[in-house]
């Protein structure tokens, strides 16, 4: 018998198969859990969207549309019902609506300009985008009552002026679908301006969901 056939059948064999090779290599996901990747996220009732919506129309009604809207930047709903979130999503766009188009460039630079300014951003983004899906959808929710209604129902104009659909000569109720994306595009385009392009990216790969 040569050396070659002497090797080959006392050597390669297939004992190599069962070697689990991740567990040797320090960089493996087994080394790690990977719950690590995806912290967890506090969870948010639809009373505490409630309670949070509550604050935050607190501040509007005292005139502070800063305040009001970090806290609802600060507080984005991850873990929650559809019926949370979409009570969020009511009062980020109730927020927009209430701010001047002069004012938004100026707050989102001084938001940007804080230590978790970019985060807060892109959190915004979530929302925008999230708010587009619905309005050019024509989707609307399916709770009614207290229930969080549709971001087209939401932008209407407010009694107070600061509405910028209001502040647009030629719409009427029956433009609010189109209404509502003109603001959203709005603060889109001042969101990119301010934040740039990266923000879309961070916003499409992000795994948590507004």
């Given at each position: 018998?040569?050396?070659?056939?002497?090797?080959?059948?006392?050597?390669?064999?297939?004992?190599?198969?069962?070697?689990?090779?991740d567990?040797?290599?320090p960089?493996?996901?087994?080394?790690?859990?990977?719950?690590?990747?995806?912290?967890?996220?506090p969870?948010?009732?639809?009373?505490?969207?409630?309670?949070?919506?509550?604050?935050?129309?607190?501040?509007?009604?005292?005139?502070?549309?800063?305040?009001?809207?970090?806290?609802?930047?600060?507080?984005?709903?991850?873990?929650?019902?559809?019926?949370?979130?979409?009570?969020?999503?009511?009062?980020?766009?109730?927020?927009?609506?209430?701010?001047?188009?002069?004012?938004?460039?100026?707050?989102?630079?001084?938001?940007?300009?804080?230590?978790?300014?970019?985060?807060?951003?892109?959190?915004?983004?979530?929302?925008?985008?999230?708010?587009?899906?619905?309005?050019?959808?024509?989707?609307?929710?399916?709770?009614?009552?207290?229930?969080?209604?549709?971001?087209?129902?939401?932008?209407?104009?407010?009694?107070?002026?600061?509405?910028?659909?209001?502040?647009?000569?030629?719409?009427?109720?029956?433009?609010?679908?189109?209404?509502?994306?003109?603001?959203?595009?709005?603060?889109?385009?001042?969101?990119?301006?301010?934040?740039?392009?990266?923000?879309?990216?961070?916003?499409?790969?992000?795994?948590?969901?507004?």
């Amino acid at each position: 018998m040569s050396i070659i056939q002497q090797h080959t059948e006392s050597s390669l064999t297939d004992a190599w198969r069962t070697i689990n090779i991740d567990a040797l290599d320090p960089d493996s996901s087994q080394n790690f859990p990977l719950s690590t990747l995806h912290p967890p996220q506090p969870e948010f009732s639809d009373q505490d969207a409630r309670n949070l919506q509550s604050q935050i129309r607190q501040l509007l009604q005292a005139g502070d549309a800063e305040g009001a809207l970090r806290s609802a930047l600060e507080n984005p709903i991850y873990n929650a019902p559809d019926l949370a979130k979409d009570t969020h999503l009511q009062t980020v766009i109730e927020v927009l609506q209430r701010i001047k188009v002069n004012e938004m460039t100026p707050l989102l630079q001084k938001i940007y300009s804080d230590d978790r300014g970019s985060e807060s951003l892109d959190v915004l983004m979530k929302y925008l985008y999230k708010g587009m899906a619905a309005t050019s959808s024509g989707l609307s929710s399916q709770h009614t009552g207290n229930g969080p209604r549709t971001p087209t129902k939401l932008m209407t104009p407010q009694a107070t002026g600061f509405s910028q659909i209001g502040g647009r000569p030629g719409i009427t109720s029956g433009d609010s679908t189109g209404a509502a994306m003109s603001v959203l595009l709005s603060w889109h385009e001042k969101v990119v301006d301010v934040a740039g392009l990266g923000c879309i990216g961070r916003v499409m790969t992000d795994f948590r969901r507004v």
